[in-house]
């Protein structure tokens, strides 16, 4: 009598990324969780399709025509891991505790939901982070289950801006009494580093036939527009 045991051979790095926030973007206090994904898929890795790589259009023993390679030896439940940096200071890294205090990356354990790929989040503390201030978020995967390590320049980052700085906005045509508006002019300011993306205007009148109603752009209603 004899045993016999199957097992995955994998040299594939697996890939973590940031996606929340997102890189080069703007955070408020909505803010509370940090969200990206996870992937040991070899083919999603490389980029690559059936018609560059042989490898993606073999089944596992690599012999077998099929739809394309199916398996990997997927990323272990805990070990998506994430680190926060502030982008001043001496000790510019999160603790993982309670503040930016650490000279070196302290990496935190984040949530993972899936197998050779998935989602992970990582829930950060309220009120730890300073505004205006510009922070970098790293994610790698620890190891999947095979013990391949995402490291050196492979480590995924997204840097964002943290800015709870309301901007301000004012109407400054027309003013006063006026037979005709063909145009509604004003001013808006969002105070460095933050940026204005939209303005949103509403127009409300007050006295008349259509007192108390709201300007939807072809008639007046009853709901803010």
Do not use: H
């Amino acid at each position: 009598a004899y045993s016999t045991y199957t097992f995955y051979v994998d040299f594939t790095t697996p890939i973590a990324k940031v996606s929340l926030p997102a890189d080069a973007g703007f955070a408020g206090l909505a803010l509370v969780q940090i969200e990206g994904t996870a992937n040991d898929r070899f083919c999603d890795i490389v980029n690559q399709t059936a018609a560059a790589n042989p490898l993606c259009n073999m089944e596992d023993d690599l012999s077998t025509p099929s739809v394309g390679r199916s398996s990997q030896s997927g990323v272990a439940i805990s070990s998506v891991v994430v680190a926060i940096q502030e982008m001043s200071g001496a000790n510019p890294f999160w603790d993982g505790n309670n503040s930016f205090s650490s000279p070196t990356p302290v990496w935190s354990t984040a949530t993972f939901v899936g197998d050779s790929s998935g989602t992970w989040s990582w829930a950060f503390p309220a009120g730890k982070l300073t505004s205006p201030r510009q922070y970098k978020v790293s994610a790698r995967v620890n190891r999947d289950r095979a013990g391949n390590v995402q490291n050196g320049n492979s480590i995924a980052t997204n840097t964002f801006t943290f800015d709870t700085t309301p901007p301000e906005s004012f109407a400054t045509f027309p003013t006063g009494t006026t037979g005709q508006v063909n145009t509604i002019t004003g001013t808006a300011l969002d105070t460095a580093p933050g940026e204005l993306d939209v303005i949103l205007l509403s127009i409300f009148a007050q006295t008349g036939a259509n007192a108390n109603k709201y300007w939807s752009g072809s008639l007046w209603t009853n709901d803010e527009v």
